[in-house]
């Protein structure tokens, strides 16, 4: 069964850069979407980045040009990386997985079959 582990979330200040990870702990195939939701408690949950197998990206309207997610095959790690990062960015990160059937990944949760625990991004003014 698939495993998925964050890790890299902290607090920083605002225009500050983080780096998170998502560790596979199987194989995941070759046909997939990796991506990165993120959540504030009493709010709806956010589609943040993807990663198609293919190696093509989606990014939300809200982090384009700051974000960039990316991933280390030889590792089985999907990063996001975080610039310029401001304080409505403050939330909880998920990793998330499903099988790709064609087309680009959608940042729809509903769509993804596997789920890590989260890890904990704060940014302060």
């Known amino acids: 069964q698939l495993r998925l582990v964050e890790s890299g979330g902290r607090s920083v200040q605002a225009g500050g850069s983080l780096r998170l990870s998502c560790a596979a702990s199987?194989?995941?195939?070759?046909?997939?979407?990796m991506s990165w939701f993120r959540q504030v408690t009493g709010k709806e949950r956010e589609g943040v980045a993807a990663?198609?197998?293919?190696?093509?990206?989606t990014y939300a309207d809200s982090v384009t040009g700051r974000f960039s997610i990316s991933k280390d095959n030889s590792k089985n790690i999907v990063y996001l990386q975080m610039n310029s990062l401001k304080p409505e960015d403050t939330a909880m990160y998920f990793c998330?997985?499903?099988?790709?059937?064609?087309?680009?990944?959608?940042?729809?949760?509903?769509?993804?079959?596997?789920w890590g625990q989260g890890t904990q991004v704060t940014v302060s003014s």
């Open positions: 990663w198609h197998s293919t190696g093509s990206t």
């Open positions: 998330a997985y499903t099988r790709s059937y064609g087309g680009p990944c959608l940042l729809n949760g509903d769509i993804y079959t596997s």
């Open positions: 199987t194989y995941i195939g070759t046909r997939y979407c």
